[in-house]
């Protein structure tokens, strides 16, 4: 069995409010568009501070650990090539300080499961249901 691309799990949608974007794929822009998502998505849902050793990371990178590397750390060395500057740089000093995991603060966001809708959408579907 092949193994999982892990770039699949950002641009899988679900509707909720902490999912990646919808978009449309296709087969001539498949590489490009995957890389664009999943550096889109990790740009946003990365936070990093430095001072605290401390970086927050979706959901989606405790719920799909495996198919990112064996360990946190693994997780962060992939992370490393989704994330642009400043926060590539910032990362990559925290792993190359070899924080050992009692000094390496690592949580996970609240995934928002909310409908990933604005309350103008949903009054007009309302309206025009009506």
């Known amino acids: ?4 691309d892990p770039r699949i799990h950002f641009t899988i949608n679900r509707g909720a409010r902490s999912c990646p974007q919808i978009t449309i794929y296709s087969s001539t822009n498949l590489e490009k568009a995957l890389n664009l998502a999943t550096t889109s998505y990790c740009n946003s849902e990365v936070d990093i501070i430095p001072e605290n ?3 927050h990371l979706s959901k989606l990178f ?3 650990r495996n198919d990112f590397g064996r360990s946190e750390t ?3 060395r992939w992370i490393i090539k989704y994330i ?3 926060k590539q740089s910032l990362l990559k000093t925290l792993l190359d300080r070899q924080c050992t995991k009692d000094n390496l603060h690592i949580s996970y966001k609240i995934y928002d499961w909310m409908l990933n809708i604005h309350d103008d959408q ?3 579907r309302i309206h025009i249901a009506n």
Do not use: A, F, K, T
């Open 1 to 4: 069995m092949r193994r999982c």
């Open 53 to 55: 050793n401390e970086i």
């Open 62 to 64: 405790l719920w799909y």
């Open 74 to 76: 693994d997780v962060l």
């Open 84 to 86: 642009d500057e400043p």
């Open 122 to 124: 949903i009054s007009n």
